[in-house]
């Protein structure tokens, strides 16, 4: 089951003082299902803005490829 918007903002939200020590690393998250997927999207602005790097995929083989590097930011 897809978090709510209010679970996905605390999450970002409790992550919010570790953003420096997030900075410069990659965080990929595997959405399953098109609402997971919007959910995802919405926690990779939210993090966003404080300046840690989120990409959402639908299939783990390019987000491993991403976290590698192998594929743009």
Do not use: C, H
Not at 18 to 40: E, N, V, W
């Amino acid at each position: 089951m897809p978090p709510s918007t209010a679970r996905v903002r605390a999450i970002a939200e409790m992550l919010g003082p570790y953003a420096s020590q997030l900075k410069g690393r990659r965080i990929a998250i595997i959405a399953g299902d098109p609402t997971t997927y919007g959910m995802s999207r919405m926690f990779d602005n939210l993090l966003e803005a404080k300046g840690v790097t989120v990409a959402v995929f639908e299939i783990a083989a390019d987000a491993e490829a991403w976290l590698r590097g192998e594929l743009p930011p």
